[in-house]
């Protein structure tokens, strides 16, 4: 999958595209970069997790946290009767929709279809 990222992030730079990154988008990182394989993570040390999240912070336009996220959270899984870890989905929507941004590049393209206004990209298909 790294390969289909970096071509799609590298081509969106390319043609100027600005990308951005919330605070929840890098602890999500973390959790995945410091857990180990043989537990579906990337098996990083401390070190390596650190290195690799400047990159991702330096790389990609880091947008602050907003008191406007959490209600617009509540109030989407509510009305889209959201249960379990599609919840944090739901928090990057939310997320989105206060910072006025439309794209999603993500492979999971079936569990944010539910969500108007928000267009989801799989990196395999950037053109």
């Not at 929507?93 to 108007?116: E, G, P, Q």
């Amino acid at each position: 999958m790294y390969i289909d990222v970096s071509r799609a992030v590298s081509m969106l730079f390319d043609r100027g595209d600005e990308l951005h990154v919330i605070g929840q988008n890098l602890i999500e990182f973390w959790a995945v970069a410091t857990r180990a394989i043989i537990e579906n993570g990337l098996g990083l040390t401390i070190t390596e997790a650190a290195l690799e999240l400047e990159k991702l912070k330096t790389t990609f336009t880091v947008l602050p946290d907003s008191a406007d996220v959490l209600p617009l959270w509540e109030e989407l899984v509510i009305k889209h009767q959201v249960r379990g870890k599609q919840s944090h989905d739901a928090r990057l929507v939310a997320a989105m929709k206060v910072y006025n941004l439309t794209h999603l590049l993500t492979f999971n393209t079936t569990d944010f279809k539910r969500y108007d206004g928000i267009i989801v990209v799989d990196p395999a298909f950037v053109k």
